[in-house]
């Protein structure tokens, strides 16, 4: 007895042939679409943009005339807000990463974290401003000052590095442990000078990912209350400030259209801080990243 | 007189101070940790809080009932959420039309026809295109995208939901794309052979075998995409205006609930107004709106897995 049917096949098969084809094709144009919106993305900005962009955009303040407008306070206020997001969002990170890796007993207490974690990550920015807003504009009375904002920024990526330095921590081999204990390290010991160093590339790729996305983020910002117009730098975490996304916000939103020209101008300058960060963090994947 | 490493080490053990270090970082991690736990309590209690507190002057059946947004009047200010949650669920809506056929077709194209040295390009730039900000997305919106649409469709107002949807829609395109195509990467590549030495072309393979399979995890990619997409606030603050409107026109300005807590903030509504406390009534409502998506995404990726 003949269980397929030789005809029969070779009648369909030159139709699901075409179909495969067909289907290829749909499925690769979805993908090159995608990266089109990308390819038109970046060529309307840096084409819109690129006339504005000069030594004087970088180190002029914002200004009503659009061809006076520059980027300085807001360049200078995300630096001063990475200055206290790296720190505080990197500290608190790896500190929970290295309880919920090295100590914390498997049950239902590090299940419940672990939980939290993700869904804390799924929380929109904007909430976080709302939670900034309450807690330390307010309660703490830190005003719409770099501190307030960056540390509502620092809760906002804080489960991004947990997760990054989670995943670094656990890719450190057992033997490394192992060998540590057998010469008689402590715990804490072997934390320190074997399983961190290890982590070290994994840790800093992470957290460099996760900042590049605090120092693009508007939402939290304005929720918190940061001004935009600023005619003076800060000189310390107490002073309010503007950022890079603030100012971009600000230009966008004016309806005369000279200002969406200095506005492409900022995006360029936050694209290429971005990129920059972006590229750091490659190099120390590729350079430091070492397989056990 | 010579000391053996096993001394050294009884030595080292009995120091008092190592003692206490090794007692106190747990701890100390431990309270680092619970920062995090603290953080979803905080958020958690401020909304109650501050939304109780909005109650108390204007009655919740007027908030989930109450089909007329009206905060800034000056007389007969109206509260009802529903034409801001009309706002969000047109500019989801639109994301998701956009972003589901393109992002599962480009995790199929990725996972079952794409060439290694094409995964390795295509992959990077979706994660540049995750990477982008969303206020530059809401630059393109605003200065690209509606002026493009108004050409074709001069109906079309400068704030509009078409626009900002089409744009969330391209934001959310990586996400639902990777998270796709790492649930189909990971069904054994045995069956897929297995259906191809049976005769199948790739497509059959993709469409009846990796498809189905993978389904649980790319639901839930599209669960996640719903949830950003709800809870996006730039793209619809810059390109879909801050008309709160309870109808079907997608063409004029619209508001979304993040857009009106943008509209207030940026106002500098003063503190104690009732305007001031609305402004966590609908971070509530979206905290709850975003929260319920989460939970259900992971339970999907979490119940209908298969286990190979």
Redesign the interface.
């Given at each position: 007895m003949r269980y397929i049917e030789q005809e029969k096949?070779v009648r369909r098969m030159n139709g699901?042939?075409v179909?495969?084809r067909v289907?290829?094709g749909?499925?690769?144009?979805?993908?090159a679409?995608?990266?089109l919106?990308?390819v038109?993305?970046l060529y309307?900005?840096v084409s819109?943009g690129a006339g504005h962009l000069s030594l004087d955009f970088l180190t002029n303040f914002a200004s009503r005339f659009p061809d006076q407008a520059g980027i300085k306070a807001a360049l200078v206020g995300s630096i001063w807000l990475m200055a206290v997001v790296a720190p505080t969002s990197i500290?608190?990170g790896v500190?929970?990463a290295?309880?919920?890796e090295e100590?914390?007993k498997k049950g239902r207490i590090t299940t419940?974290?672990q939980m939290?974690?993700?869904?804390?990550a799924?929380?929109?920015?904007?909430?976080?401003?709302?939670?900034g807003?309450?807690?330390f504009v307010?309660a703490l009375a830190l005003g719409n000052s770099i501190l307030a904002a960056g540390f509502t920024m620092s809760?906002l990526i804080?489960?991004v590095i947990?997760v990054a330095a989670q995943e670094a921590i656990r890719s450190v081999p057992g033997e490394l442990r192992d060998a540590s204990y057998g010469m008689?390290a402590?715990?804490?010991q072997t934390i320190v000078r074997i399983i961190l160093p290890a982590a070290i590339p994994g840790i800093l790729t992470g957290s460099i990912?996760a900042l590049?996305?605090a120092?693009?983020?508007?939402?939290p910002l304005?929720?918190v209350?940061i001004p935009v117009i600023i005619q003076f730098l800060p000189e310390g975490v107490m002073d309010t400030f503007t950022a890079l996304?603030m100012q971009?916000?600000d230009w966008?939103?004016r309806p005369q259209a000279e200002f969406?020209t200095v506005?492409?101008a900022g995006?360029i300058v936050?694209?290429v801080v971005?990129l920059f960060m972006?590229s750091v963090a490659v190099f120390i994947r590729n350079k430091f990243d070492k397989s056990y | 007189m010579r000391t053996s490493v096993q001394e050294l080490i009884a030595k080292s053990k009995d120091k008092k101070s190592k003692k206490i270090i090794e007692k106190l970082i747990p701890v100390l991690l431990f309270l680092i940790a619970s920062v995090s736990v603290l953080t979803t309590i905080g958020i958690v209690l401020t909304l109650i809080i501050e939304t109780v507190t909005f109650f108390t002057r204007v009655p919740l059946s007027e908030f989930i009932l109450g089909t007329t947004w009206l905060p800034f009047a000056n007389s007969g200010a109206q509260f009802g959420i529903w034409p801001l949650i009309v706002g969000t669920l047109k500019i989801t809506g639109i994301a998701i039309v956009v972003a589901v056929p393109i992002g599962i077709s480009a995790a199929i194209y990725l996972s079952e026809y794409a060439s290694d040295n094409v995964r390795r390009v295509v992959k990077p730039v979706l994660e540049v295109l995750a990477g982008v900000p969303t206020i530059v997305y809401g630059f393109f919106a605003l200065t690209f995208v509606t002026p493009v649409l108004q050409s074709f469709f001069p109906e079309i107002k400068i704030f509009n939901a078409i626009s900002p949807g089409i744009v969330v829609g391209i934001m959310i395109i990586p996400m639902i794309a990777s998270l796709s195509e790492d649930a189909m990467s990971s069904v054994p590549k045995s069956i897929r052979d297995g259906a191809l030495a049976m005769g199948s072309t790739k497509f059959e393979v993709a469409w009846k075998i990796t498809v189905p399979a993978a389904l649980s995890g790319i639901i839930a990619s599209v669960v996640l995409g719903l949830s950003r997409a709800i809870g996006e606030t730039m793209i619809v603050s810059l390109a879909a205006g801050s008309t709160p409107k309870f109808d079907g026109d997608f063409t004029g300005s619209i508001q979304t609930m993040t857009a009106y807590i943008v509209q207030v903030s940026k106002g500098d509504a003063g503190y104690g107004t009732t305007i001031y406390y609305s402004i966590y009534a609908v971070g509530f409502t979206l905290f709850l709106f975003t929260m319920a998506m989460n939970i259900l995404a992971g339970y999907m990726s979490k119940r209908f897995r298969e286990e190979y």
């Amino acid at each position: 007895m003949r269980y397929i049917e030789q005809e029969k096949v070779v009648r369909r098969m030159n139709g699901r042939m075409v179909v495969n084809r067909v289907f290829q094709g749909l499925f690769m144009f979805a993908t090159a679409l995608a990266l089109l919106a990308l390819v038109i993305l970046l060529y309307r900005i840096v084409s819109q943009g690129a006339g504005h962009l000069s030594l004087d955009f970088l180190t002029n303040f914002a200004s009503r005339f659009p061809d006076q407008a520059g980027i300085k306070a807001a360049l200078v206020g995300s630096i001063w807000l990475m200055a206290v997001v790296a720190p505080t969002s990197i500290l608190l990170g790896v500190g929970s990463a290295i309880y919920l890796e090295e100590y914390a007993k498997k049950g239902r207490i590090t299940t419940f974290i672990q939980m939290n974690i993700s869904n804390l990550a799924g929380v929109p920015s904007v909430v976080f401003g709302l939670l900034g807003l309450t807690i330390f504009v307010r309660a703490l009375a830190l005003g719409n000052s770099i501190l307030a904002a960056g540390f509502t920024m620092s809760l906002l990526i804080l489960p991004v590095i947990i997760v990054a330095a989670q995943e670094a921590i656990r890719s450190v081999p057992g033997e490394l442990r192992d060998a540590s204990y057998g010469m008689g390290a402590t715990k804490w010991q072997t934390i320190v000078r074997i399983i961190l160093p290890a982590a070290i590339p994994g840790i800093l790729t992470g957290s460099i990912l996760a900042l590049s996305r605090a120092i693009g983020e508007t939402a939290p910002l304005i929720v918190v209350g940061i001004p935009v117009i600023i005619q003076f730098l800060p000189e310390g975490v107490m002073d309010t400030f503007t950022a890079l996304p603030m100012q971009i916000y600000d230009w966008s939103s004016r309806p005369q259209a000279e200002f969406q020209t200095v506005a492409a101008a900022g995006i360029i300058v936050l694209m290429v801080v971005l990129l920059f960060m972006n590229s750091v963090a490659v190099f120390i994947r590729n350079k430091f990243d070492k397989s056990y | 007189m010579r000391t053996s490493v096993q001394e050294l080490i009884a030595k080292s053990k009995d120091k008092k101070s190592k003692k206490i270090i090794e007692k106190l970082i747990p701890v100390l991690l431990f309270l680092i940790a619970s920062v995090s736990v603290l953080t979803t309590i905080g958020i958690v209690l401020t909304l109650i809080i501050e939304t109780v507190t909005f109650f108390t002057r204007v009655p919740l059946s007027e908030f989930i009932l109450g089909t007329t947004w009206l905060p800034f009047a000056n007389s007969g200010a109206q509260f009802g959420i529903w034409p801001l949650i009309v706002g969000t669920l047109k500019i989801t809506g639109i994301a998701i039309v956009v972003a589901v056929p393109i992002g599962i077709s480009a995790a199929i194209y990725l996972s079952e026809y794409a060439s290694d040295n094409v995964r390795r390009v295509v992959k990077p730039v979706l994660e540049v295109l995750a990477g982008v900000p969303t206020i530059v997305y809401g630059f393109f919106a605003l200065t690209f995208v509606t002026p493009v649409l108004q050409s074709f469709f001069p109906e079309i107002k400068i704030f509009n939901a078409i626009s900002p949807g089409i744009v969330v829609g391209i934001m959310i395109i990586p996400m639902i794309a990777s998270l796709s195509e790492d649930a189909m990467s990971s069904v054994p590549k045995s069956i897929r052979d297995g259906a191809l030495a049976m005769g199948s072309t790739k497509f059959e393979v993709a469409w009846k075998i990796t498809v189905p399979a993978a389904l649980s995890g790319i639901i839930a990619s599209v669960v996640l995409g719903l949830s950003r997409a709800i809870g996006e606030t730039m793209i619809v603050s810059l390109a879909a205006g801050s008309t709160p409107k309870f109808d079907g026109d997608f063409t004029g300005s619209i508001q979304t609930m993040t857009a009106y807590i943008v509209q207030v903030s940026k106002g500098d509504a003063g503190y104690g107004t009732t305007i001031y406390y609305s402004i966590y009534a609908v971070g509530f409502t979206l905290f709850l709106f975003t929260m319920a998506m989460n939970i259900l995404a992971g339970y999907m990726s979490k119940r209908f897995r298969e286990e190979y």
